[in-house]
């Protein structure tokens, strides 16, 4: 709650740094992938390059990125494997790194892509994937994953994916390479 609160206040909780955001999705990956072999599924990277993001609050930006992979592993059906791509976007004139993470779950019924980001908005219809007491949610993993972003001036949307499966993209100013 306090670091939802901060973070819509726009306050940063530590000393704003420039951060390798590759070197910081590498290091959640590999936990998120090592944790999530315990129900048979696994966490992939595909990372272009470094990307660094100047004047960032790292623990801002690590937990945005947490609560979102974690959500994948969460629903990604067992046997499956999370993507996470970090790449250049493409899209717009200045420079951005988007990250996107895709999971093989159901994804989120589509009147709801938007209000997912909302504290404490969490889908009834979704099955409860269990797990560990850890993972379980408290509808707050997305709402602080928007402010993290919005105070970094990026952008995050979610979409479904085909057959199944959602799809969460992340867009942040980086410094040019
Ligand atoms: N990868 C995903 N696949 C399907 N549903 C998701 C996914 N990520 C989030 N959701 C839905 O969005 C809701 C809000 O996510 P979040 O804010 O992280 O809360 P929590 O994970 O604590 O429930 C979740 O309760 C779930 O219904
Ligand atoms: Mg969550």
Known sequence: MLTLSRLEAGISSSERENVNLTQ??????A????????????VRLEASEDFFI???DQLALRSACENII????????????????????QSSLLPQVCLCVRDCGPGVPQEFLVPIFQPFFRVKSTPDPGGPSHTKGNGLGLAIAYEAVRLHKGSIVASNLS???LEIEMRIPTSPS
């Open 163 to 165: 057959p199944s499966g």
């Open 70 to 89: 974690r959500n994948a592993i969460r629903h990604t059906r067992p046997g499956t494997a999370v993507d996470v791509l970090l790449r250049k976007d």
């Open 54 to 56: 100047e004047k960032a």
């Open 31 to 42: 936990d998120g992938n090592f944790e999530a072999q315990g129900s048979g599924k696994s």
């Open 24 to 29: 910081l999705i590498q290091e959640i990956v």
